[in-house]
């Protein structure tokens, strides 16, 4: 019997694709119940086709899967379909069926030849339609919700089949970022008090570091790196990963940054602490070439400002600001027409950027914007 036995489910070395069309190959990973399991990735990378061949919707076209140490080939579709579950984004079409009646259509791998629900098969469509939080629509007619409340009729569906591997194609599609986090954090309480294994496809890269215990990351029809979100979202391999040209991505808060306006600084801002974050984005926004200072490297501002700052003035992290910076900030300073203070006062450690205000205020080049005074 192939290595990995113990894990719900486990990937050696597998192609997918379709016909002799190969998709993705070369891809080996495991997880174990317990687990949620991340595939990352480009548009187009095999994400979908990766899950679809993982549950037997699309043949192997090499390696082996083992889904509880048996291989995917040798287990019967009866058995498969009590321990898999699969929530594709594909419509599916209803006619005059009840979201409970689409629900209870996870029953079916339980029920005999007349598709009758037994009470205890009764409970469970209950119970995962009240954990996905959607029991007021039992009796509506699922052609008439929407997209976003499909979505949670399918995972109730799922759930209600009680698999020991939950797969799920982009299960945030159509969600708002309320129902997103609770999806997700459904998913989290689902593996743990379940006991089972979410293997999902995600496109939203903050919420995939912040809900996987393991990723795939899917690049060039192969996996390039298998790790924990701590080794995936690190250096930067982020945007190697999408080829990320038109800015930057910062693995500390998990966001992108748009590419800042080049050229000479037409406004010199004085930042740090994350006050300023608005002002960058908005000179960003109408085009205007900034300088940006005195910001220290440990600085929550620190990933913005790098990113669209046309020149950029920096402190090392937990020093005090140097007279060497002081100077270099001031001979641009002095050169533009427009000098924008986000604080009315400065610490200790950001005491240098008070020289940088009151030089402005000398040349008469001061603008404050403050949370007591914004506009």
Known sequence: ??????????????????????????????VEKGEILTLIGANGAGKSTVLKSIS??????????????????????????????????????????????????????????LGLLTEQDEKAVDEAMELTGISY?????????????????MLARAIAQQPDVLLLDEPTSFLDINHKLGLLSLLRKLTKQKNIAVIQSLHELDLAQRFSDKLVCIKD???????????????????????????????????????????????????????AIPVYRELNRKGIPFAAGIIHENDIEYPAVSSMAAVMFTETAFEPISD????????VLEKCPRVICCHDSFGMMNA????LRDRAVEIGSLEIKSAKNAK
Do not use: W
């Open 137 to 153: 629509l039992a009796d509506v007619d699922f052609r008439e919700i929407s997209d976003g409340q499909r979505q949670c009729v």
């Open 56 to 113: 037997a919707q699309l043949p192997l076209l090499g390696g082996y899967v083992c889904i509880n140490g048996e291989e995917l080939s040798a287990a019967g579709a009866k058995k498969l379909s009590k321990e898999l579950a699969l929530v594709l984004t594909e419509r599916i079409h209803s006619e005059r069926m009840t979201c409970r009646d689409i629900a209870a259509t996870g029953r079916y791998p339980y029920t005999g030849r």
């Open 221 to 275: 029809k192969q996996a390039v790196l298998v790790g924990t979100p701590e080794e995936v979202f690190s250096g930067r391999f982020i945007e190697e990963l999408y080829g990320i040209e038109n800015g930057s991505f910062h693995n500390s808060y998990c966001i992108v940054e748009p590419q800042g306006t080049k050229g000479v600084p037409e406004v010199f801002v004085i930042g740090g602490g994350g006050g």
């Open 352 to 355: 240098g950027n008070a020289v």
């Open 1 to 30: 019997m192939p290595e990995g036995v113990s894990k719900a489910v486990s990937a050696e070395n597998i192609s997918v694709g379709y016909g002799r069309i190969t998709v993705a190959g070369g891809i080996s990973f495991s």
């Open 324 to 331: 060497e910076s002081i100077q270099a900030a001031l001979e």
